[in-house]
């Protein structure tokens, strides 16, 4: 399984593509940040995210796009772009047909870390254990869009092997 | 000056165009109410309101578009879904180089009412009367998208002409 995901943002939204399957090494196929200029329109920033997350959903061909739940934050006008991005990040994904799963922060902490409440360092820190990686992914996104990406391969495997068993399981009824 | 006033939500999303001139009468072009199921994911809903705003640009070819500003409500998923339906909005404007302005519900319902603090359904008698319809525009959402654009052909127009006037100004010097 191949998943591609998106930490939203318009000043900085991570992306970044693993692959893998539960139980099985991932691997880290690639990672970047698209950074958009402050002193660009909304509309601008929003089309040079959407022109990005298209280009790497056709070059990358993941199976599904993970996306952060967005929550409000102390930051108004920031939860603003956060949701906008992570809106462009659903369209593209609805677009070329992928499902796109949303995961909470405490999710994404829980899932490579064990602790919902894990800081950034300890995320960065796994998310180069997990893709044996040389070093900690920067800047943060990169990092979180990893972990988003790792946190769909495990956690979309198993909710995948339980409608499968739920499937069989009602096939014998 | 013809706008297109976008009045963004997932569930209801209100489009109305408008034209006309600060100190000449308005004329109302089309209005209508985009409706997307909460059944249907996020992206098929953002595909769909973004299928539908392409259209009514191609369709009724406005020189602006003006959306409402978002701002932190008591309902952190209305308040999402609506930031979301925004940023369609201004990407779709931006993809045909159309300029989107933003304007706040008070900005809004003074320019239309003279009152900030006026309520829908006087909100709605002022569009009413403004573009001399036989009818308050239904739902809310069509009633305020068209008070959106009559806000834009306004403020705009009077943004237009400061402008010029400080270039002749600059011009001069």
Redesign the interface.
């Known amino acids: 399984m191949r998943v591609l995901g998106v930490d939203p943002g318009l000043t900085r939204c991570g992306v970044g593509v693993v692959e893998g399957a539960p139980g099985r090494p991932l691997r880290l196929v690639a990672v970047d940040v698209i950074r958009t200029s402050s002193q660009l ?4 920033r ?2 040079a995210i ?1 022109s990005v997350l298209e280009k790497w959903i056709v070059e990358h061909a993941p199976d599904s796009v993970a996306v952060e739940r ?3 934050q102390h930051n ?1 006008r920031t ?2 772009g956060t ?6 990040a ?6 070329r047909g992928l ?2 799963a949303t995961h909470t922060p405490s999710e994404v902490k829980a899932a490579v870390s064990g602790n919902g409440r894990a800081d950034k360092e300890q995320v960065a820190f796994m998310v180069m254990r997990l893709l044996r990686l040389a070093g900690k992914p920067t800047p943060a996104d990169a990092s979180d869009a990893l972990a988003l990406a790792i946190c769909q391969v495990w956690r979309g495997g198993a909710a995948s092997r339980l409608a499968a068993a739920a499937a069989k399981n009602g096939a014998r009824r």
């Open positions: 329109e909304l509309g601008e929003l089309l959407e967005v929550f409000s108004v939860v603003m949701a906008q991005a992570s809106g462009i659903a369209l593209v994904a609805a677009r499902p796109v």
